[in-house]
């Protein structure tokens, strides 16, 4: 059996509270020195990584002098401002000696929820990852409260895995995989090898966190298999510690437990588009932007709109109509309503005079576009 991420170029790596704390204190230096020597590694074969990381809480409660986790909201706050320091300090310091630089990103579940926002996110870590450098995303845990949280950082790695389309998930923790049980309470539970993303006979073995450091437990990787999956990326359980995990993976072995996506990029997210069944407004088109979208399978130009329906925000998806008011096409769209309607029937080098700046020379990109 084959590793599914030997082919993969784009790879979100998370690594959990389990692993990345020394046993709840303060932060592993020599394992994240490892991770980065590892992770250099694969950028030496071509490939794009991005880190999820916790432990911002735990550094935080070691710098403050606290010994149990705090129950008060701001003090568990406060641990996460502080301990994100130390983390960001031994990320940069990590990956300086293997020549890479790092970024910090710290996102909400509101960040990803508005469209505008998830488009920010979206360009910036790719433009990150196109100059060279290794994003750290952590939950941004000094503004969000209990409800909005996302809370693990299983989830916050499927939806970065889904916001920036990676081949491949791999989440690092303290266990070898999935197991048939939690082998902390089962001495029989054996490895599951391979599984299908989204089974549900995965979730039935899958239970709550081991440790009370970690948050999410085996079920919100199994969770987020699924979730990353839609956007056709293959997630990886494995254990941490091995010192050589990720080259092992990358050389095609399969350690862990493999979570295959049955959908390929593109048509997951088309599907997604497709989905929609409420869009936000429309653009009408004339005949020449409907022949450029319906027959040659081009991007949608403001100068082939005459006509904008409705109120929309920066990458809304919205309908494209004919000027007979057939509905085309879906699509997100680069632009406001307001911005639309300011653009439409010009040539795209004319965007950045009449806007100040440049989403894209496209209203629509093909690749954000599903005809229906
Ligand atoms: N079926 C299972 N297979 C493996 N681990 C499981 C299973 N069910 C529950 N677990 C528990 O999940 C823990 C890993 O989750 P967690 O503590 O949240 O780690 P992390 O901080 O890496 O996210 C393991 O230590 C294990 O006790
Ligand atoms: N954002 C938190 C981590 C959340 C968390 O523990 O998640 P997980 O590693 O999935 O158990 C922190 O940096 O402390």
Not at 1 to 28: C, E, F
Not at 148 to 175: M, P, S
Request: glycine letters at 10%; aromatic letters at 4%.
């Amino acid at each position: 059996m084959k590793s599914v991420i030997q082919n993969a170029q784009r790879i979100i790596i998370k690594v959990g509270s389990s692993l990345v704390t020394n046993d709840g204190r303060g932060l592993d230096h020599g394992a994240i020195a490892r991770w980065a020597a590892q992770i250099a590694g694969l950028r030496a074969l071509g490939k794009q990584v991005v880190l999820v990381s916790s432990g911002a809480i735990a550094e935080g409660m070691l710098r403050l002098g606290f010994e149990q986790r705090p129950t008060d909201i701001h003090e568990l706050q406060a641990c996460a401002a502080v301990g994100q320091m130390g983390l960001a300090q031994i990320y940069e310091t990590s990956f300086r000696a293997h020549q890479l630089g790092t970024a910090q990103v710290l996102l909400t579940h509101a960040d990803l929820a508005d469209r505008e926002r998830y488009l920010n996110a979206r360009s910036t870590l790719t433009t990150l990852l196109r100059l060279g450098v290794v994003p750290i995303i952590n939950e941004n845990d000094t503004v969000v409260t209990d409800e909005i949280k996302f809370g693990d950082n299983d989830t916050l790695g499927a939806l970065v895995a889904n916001l920036i389309e990676a081949d491949a998930l791999i989440i690092l923790t303290d266990q070898h995989g999935l197991y048939s049980a939690d082998p902390r309470k089962d001495p029989n539970a054996v490895l599951i090898q391979q599984g299908e993303a989204g089974d549900p006979a995965l979730e039935a073995m899958a239970g709550g966190a081991g440790s009370s450091i970690g948050r999410g437990g085996m079920l919100t990787k199994i969770l987020a298999a699924k979730r990353a999956a839609k956007s056709g990326a293959h997630t990886i359980i494995a254990w941490g510690r091995d010192s050589d995990v990720l080259a092992r993976l990358a050389q095609g072995e399969a350690i862990g437990t493999q979570l295959v996506a049955q959908t390929g990029h593109l048509t997951a997210r088309k599907q997604w588009m497709a989905d929609h069944l409420h869009t936000a407004g429309q653009v009408v088109l004339d005949a020449g932007a409907v022949q450029k979208l319906s027959k040659e399978g081009k991007s949608l130009l403001p100068i082939g709109v005459i006509e904008v329906k409705g109120e929309f925000g920066r990458g809304a998806v919205i309908t494209c109509v004919s000027e007979q008011g057939v509905a085309l096409a879906r699509g997100i769209c680069n632009y406001s309503s307001t911005e639309t309607r300011r653009i439409m029937r010009k040539p795209s080098s004319e965007i950045e005079a009449l806007l100040g700046f440049v989403e894209g020379q496209e209203l629509i990109h093909r690749d954000n576009l599903v005809l229906i």
